[in-house]
């Protein structure tokens, strides 16, 4: 049985073919993501080198996600992540996604946890529907997959709805804080 507390170790060889050394066979990107997705820690080496490309293979992940369309990353977010690697802004960027994505791992935890029948919220009106939300919204942030709208659906509504979400989690969150004191 594989030890799933420590990397997942796939070796890159020559060929570029990767090798799951678990499992004594090849492995696709795909496959690489769904171990991501299932809360496996991946680790990518060179097998000649030993050079690790872990980050080079989960940026390459994300750049076949985001070009099928599943689009995490707003223009804005990415634009400014290239601007960071051209200005002094380099030394902050990469703390302050790590402390965000961390605050947003934590969030979910504390949410959920709280989110029991047993919490006395459950008897506000409203609270199934925006318990939904929240699960919905949670579930769209940690599976890389943002639900699409109807084609119907106009741009200004979209946003308006991303208000109303943005407000509806802050008010929960403010909630959650002040049952937990």
Do not use: C, W
């Not at 991501?36 to 989960?58: A, M, N, P, W």
């Amino acid at each position: 049985m594989a030890d799933t507390n420590k990397p997942l170790l796939i070796k890159r060889y020559a060929s570029r073919r990767l090798y799951n050394t678990e499992t004594s066979d090849y492995v696709t990107l795909e496959d690489i993501a769904t171990f991501i997705r299932d809360g496996r820690e991946v680790q990518i080496v060179d097998l000649k080198s030993g050079d690790d490309l872990t980050r080079q293979y989960l940026l390459q992940i994300i750049a076949e996600h985001e070009s099928r369309g599943e689009s995490v990353l707003g223009v804005d977010i990415l634009t400014d992540l290239v601007r960071s690697y051209t200005t002094q802004a380099t030394s902050v960027v990469p703390q302050f996604l790590t402390a965000s994505f961390e605050m947003l791992r934590n969030g979910q935890s504390k949410a959920m946890g709280k989110m029991t029948k047993a919490n006395p919220m459950a008897s506000m009106p409203g609270f199934e529907a925006m318990q939904a939300q929240q699960q919905a919204f949670f579930k769209a942030m940690t599976s890389s997959v943002i639900p699409t709208l109807p084609e119907s659906a106009a741009p200004d509504a979209a946003v308006d709805d991303l208000d109303t979400i943005k407000r509806q989690l802050a008010e929960m969150q403010e909630k959650l804080s002040k049952m937990g004191k």
